[in-house]
């Protein structure tokens, strides 16, 4: 079945320093991709979101790259900060249907 | 209002009660969206209301979860005969048009269900 699925669950990284995010799909009919974040105790916070006809999505400090060859995503945090502590998820839609597949998380760590 | 509300935040419950989940959407939204989240895991869909459309409850996970929406605004999301694989955070979400690709969606914080 369809799957999305992260490599890292625990990415500590330095305040600072840029941080990579990747996510795998196993899905070739994913025309959508989100990222989210989500701090403790709260809902997931929509970061930033490509279409399957883009490669690369730039927002504030955060860039989501598309690779559709090897079913890939990955976000990118540019000057990580304390604040970026959470946990990240890449989620996928498939064209025709409603619902997002979440992946599992990411916690991202950032140290001072 | 200005954001997605759940109540209650956190549930305790005993193993076999029924328990009542509620998410009030932001005002305007016409999809609305239930999710499960275990400890550490990803978010699991169980239910997508669209406007006046038939519900798409593929995944709910047996027939002890139902949901309803009221008016095309409130969502209640009931529980029956709780059991302990059901703790977890029920995640409610909602979006304009139901095409998450233009808005993504919106995330209330959560009602954490424990059943002891």
């Known amino acids: 079945g369809e799957s999305v699925g992260l490599h890292l669950p625990t990415l500590s990284v330095q305040e600072g320093d840029n941080s990579i995010i990747n996510c795998a799909y196993s899905?070739?009919?994913?025309?959508?991709f989100i990222w989210y974040k989500q701090e403790s105790g709260k809902g997931p916070q929509f970061i930033i979101d490509?279409?399957?006809?883009?490669d690369k999505r730039q927002g504030q400090r955060v860039t989501v790259l598309l690779n559709k060859t090897v079913k890939h995503l990955s976000l990118q945090i540019a000057a990580t900060q304390p604040g970026d502590s959470a946990v990240y998820f890449c989620a996928e839609k498939t064209e025709g249907r409603r619902a997002l597949t979440f992946g599992s998380g990411t916690r991202l760590q950032v140290q001072p | 209002g200005a954001g997605v509300s759940q109540s209650p935040s956190n549930k305790v419950t005993e193993k076999g009660k029924d328990v009542e989940l509620r998410c009030d959407p932001i005002?305007?939204?016409?999809?609305l969206y239930w999710y499960r989240q275990s400890l550490g895991q990803g978010l699991e869909f169980l239910i997508y209301?669209?406007?006046?459309?038939?519900?798409?409850k593929s995944g709910l996970p047996s027939d002890r979860f139902s949901a309803e929406r009221t008016g095309g605004s409130v969502s209640t999301l009931t529980i029956q005969r709780t059991q302990q694989e059901d703790s977890a955070v029920y995640l409610c979400?909602?979006?304009?048009?139901?095409?998450?690709?233009?808005?993504?969606?919106?995330f209330g914080s959560g009602t954490r269900l424990t059943v002891v």
């Open positions: 899905n070739s009919a994913s025309d959508y």
């Open positions: 209301f669209q406007g006046n459309s038939a519900p798409d």
């Open positions: 490509i279409r399957s006809n883009m």
């Open positions: 005002s305007g939204h016409t999809a």
């Open positions: 979400a909602s979006s304009l048009f139901g095409t998450a690709e233009f808005y993504g969606y919106t």
